[in-house]
């Protein structure tokens, strides 16, 4: 039996539209996620073979293989979650107190998460998280799905960078896409998470 599986999507792709195309978010949902939840399955598949034979020498790239696809799963089963055809505007509440204080203000955030978003070489994400060990909020620039990850936090809001992301509606304008992006952010999901996180860490 497979350990992870492809979410269903809350509302239809063409609801993103006209900031995210339906077909962007078709193929991302359809074929990219799901090759990342196939790539965790077999991952796993293959380390028990490799347990079971004593074959060693396979786990650095078996690990690897884990984290990449698994953090894939994970951080596209949140981007989903994050977006909504209702969403847009700022948060509010707790999350928005967290935020003037450790950003200075909502603009000056915004501002940050998009420069590191629009920034990553390459291949990765921009992410808000919950950072358990210092109570506080920290905006992290991901390469990949997991490499630069600062190790306890807990993802909030993240915002995909990869080209597949946008280059089909957006071309080499990776800007304009994290800027279209805001008008689609839930920040009540957001304010779930920040919620849930900060009372498992306390
Ligand atoms: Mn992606």
Do not use: C
């Not at 380390?47 to 698994?70: K, M, T, V, Y």
């Not at 847009?88 to 501002?111: H, K, Q, V, W």
């Not at 070489?121 to 630069?148: F, K, M, Y």
Request: charged letters at 20%; glycine letters at 8%; aromatic letters at 10%.
């Amino acid at each position: 039996m497979s350990a992870y599986t492809l979410p269903d999507l809350s509302y239809d792709p063409a609801d993103l539209e006209p900031h995210l195309s339906a077909r962007v978010v078709e193929l991302h949902h359809d074929k990219h996620h799901a090759a990342y939840v196939n790539g965790a399955n077999t991952a796993l598949d293959q380390l028990d073979d490799a347990r079971r034979n004593r074959r060693w020498a396979d786990l650095p790239g078996l690990e690897r293989s884990l984290a990449f696809n698994l953090g894939g799963h994970v951080l596209h089963s949140m981007y989903w979650t994050n977006l909504s055809p209702d969403g847009g505007g700022e948060p509010t509440g707790a999350l928005r107190g967290a935020i003037d204080d450790t950003f200075e203000g909502f603009a000056s955030f915004r501002d940050l998460f998009t420069n590191v978003t629009v920034s990553v070489q390459g291949s990765g994400w921009g992410i808000l998280g919950w950072e358990p060990l210092g109570q506080r909020l920290v905006v992290q620039q991901l390469a990949t799905h997991h490499d630069n990850h600062l190790l306890a936090t807990v993802p909030l809001l993240a915002i995909d960078a990869w080209e597949h992301a946008y280059y089909l509606q957006y071309q080499n304008l990776r800007a304009d896409y994290v800027t279209a992006v805001w008008n689609l952010i839930d920040w009540r999901d957001v304010s779930r998470r920040f919620e849930r996180a900060r009372s498992v860490a306390a």
